[in-house]
């Protein structure tokens, strides 16, 4: 069973910056990694996924803010968002995928003023 944990989340005001990382209890070399977001009364949607040979996949609502990373050696993945819009509020979830097994963090909350 892997645990994920995500940190980095915080409150930013409309424009700036946060890196949201995510640590691995194991070896995450093989799985697909990604990203979710869920904001108050929506569902819970993709935001960026990155392959085992890091390829990257955005959502096209951060394509070109968000970026998603990988360290294999330390277990840890992050996505630096940048200009970010209120309509970014969320709780952002790490997930893990090598079917058929996924798992889920628990989630960071990341609050975008206006």
């Known amino acids: 069973q892997v645990q994920l944990v995500e940190s980095g989340g915080g409150l930013v005001q409309a424009g700036g910056s946060l890196r949201l990382s995510c640590a691995a209890s194991e070896s995450i070399s093989i799985y697909v990694m990604r990203w979710y977001r869920q904001a108050p009364g929506k569902q819970r949607e993709f935001v960026a996924a990155?392959?085992?040979?890091?390829?990257?996949n955005y959502a096209d609502s951060v394509k070109g803010r968000f970026t998603i990373s990988r360290d294999n050696a330390k277990n840890t993945i992050d996505l630096q968002m940048n200009s970010l819009k209120p309509e970014d509020t969320a709780v952002y979830y790490c997930?893990?995928?090598?079917?058929?097994?996924?798992?889920w963090g628990q989630g960071a909350q990341v609050t975008v003023s206006s």
């Open positions: 997930y893990a995928l090598r079917i058929p097994r996924d798992y």
């Open positions: 990155i392959t085992t040979d890091s390829r990257t």
